[in-house]
């Protein structure tokens, strides 16, 4: 990395070591092959409630940190209120993610589905 920015490798460090403790790298991770670990299958959920109230807006949010296929719940403006990424192995997974997890939460009133059909762009990978 120092080489590409034009620094020294001690100065690079100290940069480095700069920018986490002010908070501005928050972490590293490890990029996984999705098939390799049984969750290729990427579905995007766009979830609608029944009722726009704190407490079913954080029930609902509980749910979601509870529910290990779901890598991703962002609450939007717009048609629905939540956007969800979820990865499974395969449709019989989601279907059951779909019936037995999402289908279960109070308040959900909508539920569409958008599944990844391919990624001509992605960042994270």
Known sequence: MADKVGLSPSACLLRVQDLERRGVIKGYRARLDPAQTGRAYVVY?????????KAAQEGFERAMQAAEEVTECHNVAGAFEYMLRVEVADLPAYKAFHT???????????????????SPKDVRS
């Open 45 to 53: 959920v766009a979830v609608g409630l029944a009722e726009h109230t």
């Open 100 to 118: 037995d997890i999402l289908g279960t939460v109070p308040h959900v009133r909508s539920i569409t589905s958008y599944m990844v059909m391919g």
